[in-house]
Nanobody, 124 residues
Framework: QVQLVESGGGLVQAGDSLRLSCAAS????????MGWFRQAPGKEREFVAA????????EYADSLKGRFTISRDNAKNTVYLQLNSLKPEDTAVYYC?????????????????WGQGTQVTVSS
């Protein structure tokens, strides 16, 4: 069992940066891949980034490469998402999820656990 709690969202201006955190509880955290998804108003939830259990492999949505960076600290049971050069279209609720390693990271149906989400709002 893994419980996830996101934090770090907020209201920022275009061009600003944010770092989202996802704190996990449960001894099995370090065995899961972790992913970030986001959902904008009126849109479907979309894949943002993912990282494997060791942190040695990462995956990004093509449109977000270069601006967002995912990382994890297994000693702290936490995964991070660094958001740089934010744009108004990045406004969304950002969710972290835990997925068993070996499954496709960009498919949300593969995820076993989800957090409640954190709101990111970018003003122009």
């Amino acid at each position: 069992q893994v419980q996830l709690v996101e934090s770090g969202g907020g209201l920022v201006q275009a061009g600003d940066s944010l770092r989202l955190s996802c704190a996990a509880s449960g001894r099995s955290f370090r065995f899961y891949g972790m992913g970030w998804f986001r959902q904008a108003p009126g849109k479907e939830r979309e894949f943002v980034a993912a990282i494997n259990w060791s942190g040695g492999s990462t995956e990004y949505a093509d449109s977000l490469k270069g601006r967002f960076t995912i990382s994890r600290d297994n000693a702290k049971n936490t995964v991070y998402l660094q958001l740089n050069s934010l744009k108004p279209e990045d406004t969304a609720v950002y969710y972290c999820g835990a997925v068993q390693d070996g499954r496709n990271y960009d498919r949300q149906s593969n995820y076993d656990y989800w957090g409640q989400g954190t709101q990111v709002t970018v003003s122009s």
